[in-house]
């Protein structure tokens, strides 16, 4: 006897629970890793983290879901789902099509390189040597080709990087993204010229000034409280510790995020908890009746990212946030902000340089890093860059598009951990996040307009109920350019990002 | 064609890395509920663990295992196995065994009652009510006698509550233990006689003056340091938290305690943080060349206590040890032991004196604790006694062997979490440790008679040397009881358990 579309959907989503259960279990074992594990536990962890990876792989490439799928699709009455039922079921739909493609070596094995190349990473490193790196680079990049080619012919993309790419941003190709990323360059690069133009100088030194450890913890919490990102009471669903980058992680009522502090740039911390807090908010404010389902995701990383730049940049760095803070930072900061004018901190914590760090790049040449890294790998699984060239052509991108000199790799091509990790494809979503946010920037300027008033009160509601109404809850329920279409009506564009660049920097560089 | 047996028994040890990978990815988890998780994660969290645990279940009983069991038991050449492979594969059909005896319903009934019952037990205990606690507690009785008859058949033990006990401490019985525990009366009243007839008050007071959390956390890593239990180096394979109850957990390369900082109880967590090094060092010293295997587990509950305690008690109770800490103590405690001399201190920290609380208890009235507890149990799984009438029982027992008297049932018979989670049989364990160390203790006086020298040295390497080559790396290789015989060459005996006491109090008290 057929089973009925109402039963196959309910057992269905039993099985979304029972994935999404194993997968947060696979996070908190993740985030142990990265946070408390003791360094001998590294193999063991690689283990665990691998078998986990493997059982759901296994959950989701039961054959018993393809049937479950094919029933629903196939039911006469599949039209009287309603849209968020169907959306579950397409999302779930991908995830087979993808994974069951997906040999469980390669999985498996590609999980278990992931622990490895990022532990050999950071003692290359540290040691500033790229050849100790680049053959368990080697090995990764090979994997991810391996994957890259299934994952092409599955989803039907042109190029194996497109099928990458897919997996952070669903839909988006490389052609699309050279096309906005063209803009994004002529509109940075214009943005940066009239900054240099300015002559103005900001007075970068003062936040180098000495900030203890203990003051930024509190900075930290003054951070936590105003976006109501709780960790301290009896209901919080959340908590901050320390890791040498910055992360977020988790689901629902348990979102964890982390900083680092640095006594001689003490800002720093400030802005990480920030911008972790934006992501940390996201996953909370998913609408709850969709917890265990594929709508109860977030919709992308560049949708995730545009969230936490939204907090960091966009609220953070406002000149409104800053006269909110800076009475309770020099409270809390003692010699550090001793004379310091709003205007000249504003200002200090705005500037624009090229630099070599993509981690602490300003919100203007933010998005050259990324168009370098996304040449990069674009080329890379073209085969036109090979990993041993990695350093070189890095470098030169450095000196083409941001003007600086690389002088060792450590500054360089390595970075950043996420090619250790196997994370190719993700980068864009960093910048394509920049770009989202200046659209729901100017859609919330008319809903809200009394925003930044507010925000200069220390009220963070207004903005955090707007974006909790208009992106978070909405979960998985679009994909990203018809979320950002269906809150700004817009398809996505390059043009409000630099003109929020423009208005603000104009009025701290006077142009 | 049939496998080969040397290709079963692979399978077999591939298996048991596969079960136990999962196991210790569940420890992670627990260790994080315990320690760190935000309060609105705990339901999301109880989803995680049940399903690991659901897992865990399927992979034991996958038919596979039989089939495999089957083959390499029945193989013609089984013989030619070593002692180490009949070992793994006797553990293996054990649990086996059991596992795939016990019906699915009755597990996930238990489990699922045992968080109720913890849950109502603390309510009851905090309101001081038995009869809140009664039924659920009478339920959780009742589907541990559903499991002890199982086990009973499966094990071929003679009672129900035999098979129960077999679980904690394989290969003993009711009978042996009453046998054990009846000496051990004998044996500890004895003692606590002459110490009171001694007329000896040690000034326990001295114990409840105040020292510093950060002072307490400055002591607990001496502790570590001393039995070289490593938290800190880059090859630590340990870590140190807080939670309100101390415990330690994990495997091999990463193995975890906590500790509980009491303000007005200093040297409570100076011990406690002992007693999880002692745990965990047995952990960590198992033979590596096991991991992943049925041996390469500690050998019971009780030899896992024996080992605690060692640490704790017979170490770091010894004059010897608080001869070469006192000085040191002194540098982190401030006013809290200024004046104290050594032989105040010293009987301070023994002071034997009948009490209430189980974990409060000192070495000589702890083992009356737990025969109240184990005498109890016995009686209760033999139908002598009604869950209604435990709490008057109770207090008739603590009378009794401890004269003093209850005055409510949160002080008395709901104390302990144990029966409340269905622990049933464990409790026996705790005093079999005592036991088993005092037999270890007798044989390292004559292996390494040098050893209280060296500790008043501060030199731990020669008892943790003898406890590593003679118990910890033994694992899991024989049954308590054998390994007690192959360490010391005896049975299980209470002699050399009293006679260190008997040496021990007898220079502190005077008798």
Chains 1, 2 share one sequence.
């Not at 053959?135 to 990087?161: C, F, H, N, Q, S």
């Not at 050259?368 to 070189?392: C, S, T």
Request: glycine share 8%; proline share 4%; hydrophobic share 35%.
């Amino acid at each position: 006897m057929a089973k009925s579309l109402k039963g196959s959907y309910q057992q269905l989503m039993e099985r979304s629970k029972r994935l999404t259960v194993l997968k947060t279990a696979a996070g908190i074992i993740q985030w142990d890793m990265e946070t408390k594990m003791p360094p001998k536990g590294v193999e063991q962890r690689s283990e665990q983290l691998s078998l986990l990876d493997l059982i759901a792989h296994r959950e989701i490439v039961d054959p018993e879901i393809g049937a479950l799928l094919d029933s629903i699709e196939k039911d006469r009455k599949y039209e009287s789902l309603d849209e968020l039922q169907k959306r579950n079921v397409h999302l779930y739909r991908k995830m087979y099509n993808e994974e069951a493609k997906l040999p469980d070596e390669l999985v498996a094995a590609t999980s278990k390189q992931a622990t490895i190349c990022v532990n050999v990473w950071k003692r290359a490193k540290a040691a500033k040597d790229f050849n100790m790196f680049r053959p368990e680079l080697a090995k990764m990049i090979e994997l991810r080709e391996k994957a890259a080619d299934i994952m092409m012919e599955v989803k039907g993309t042109k190029t194996p990087y497109d099928a990458l790419l897919d997996a952070f941003e669903p839909g988006i190709t490389a052609d699309k993204i050279s096309d906005i990323f063209g803009g994004m360059r002529k509109g940075l690069m214009g943005v940066m010229k009239k900054i240099e133009a300015s002559g103005v100088k900001p007075d970068s030194e003062l936040l180098t000034r000495r900030v203890k450890i203990d003051a930024q913890r509190k900075i930290g919490q003054m951070a936590m409280d105003f976006v109501k990102y709780d960790t301290t009471s009896k209901e919080a669903g959340g908590r901050l510790d320390e890791t040498e980058h910055p992360f977020s992680t988790g689901y629902f009522d348990d979102v964890r995020i982390t900083t680092h502090y640095h006594e001689d740039r003490w800002t720093s911390s400030l802005f990480s908890v920030l911008h972790e807090s934006g992501h940390a908010l996201y996953e909370q404010d998913i609408d709850q009746d969709w917890k265990w389902q594929p709508v109860g995701n977030a919709c992308s990383y560049g949708i995730h990212e545009s969230q936490s730049r939204f907090v960091e940049n966009i609220v953070g760095r406002s000149p409104e946030f800053l006269e909110f803070m800076l009475p309770q930072l020099r409270k809390v900061c003692g010699p550090a902000l001793k004379g310091v004018r709003l205007d000249r901190f504003v200002t200090a914590v705005n500037q624009v340089e090229a630099s070599k760090i993509r981690i602490e790049a300003d919100e203007v040449t933010y998005g050259l890093h990324i168009i370098i890294r996304f040449e990069i790998e674009r080329d890379l699984f073209a085969g036109k860059v090979k990993v041993n060239e990695l350093p070189q052509v890095w470098n030169e991108k450095y000196d083409k598009y941001l003007g600086v000199e690389i002088e060792n790799d450590s500054e360089g091509v390595m970075q950043d951990t996420h090619w250790a990790g196997g994370s190719f494809g993700y980068f864009p979503s960093y910048a394509l996040g920049n770009i989202y946010g200046g659209m729901f920037l100017r859609k919330m300027e008319k809903d809200v307009p009394e925003w930044r008033e507010e925000v200069r009160k220390g009220n963070y509601v207004p903005v955090g109920t707007w974006l909790k109404d208009n992106v978070h809850s909405k979960g998985n329920m679009y994909d990203p350019a018809d979320l950002v279409k269906h809150v700004t009506g817009k398809n996505v564009e390059i043009e409000p990002f630099i003109a929020y660049l423009k208005g603000k920097m104009g009025k701290i560089y006077g142009f």
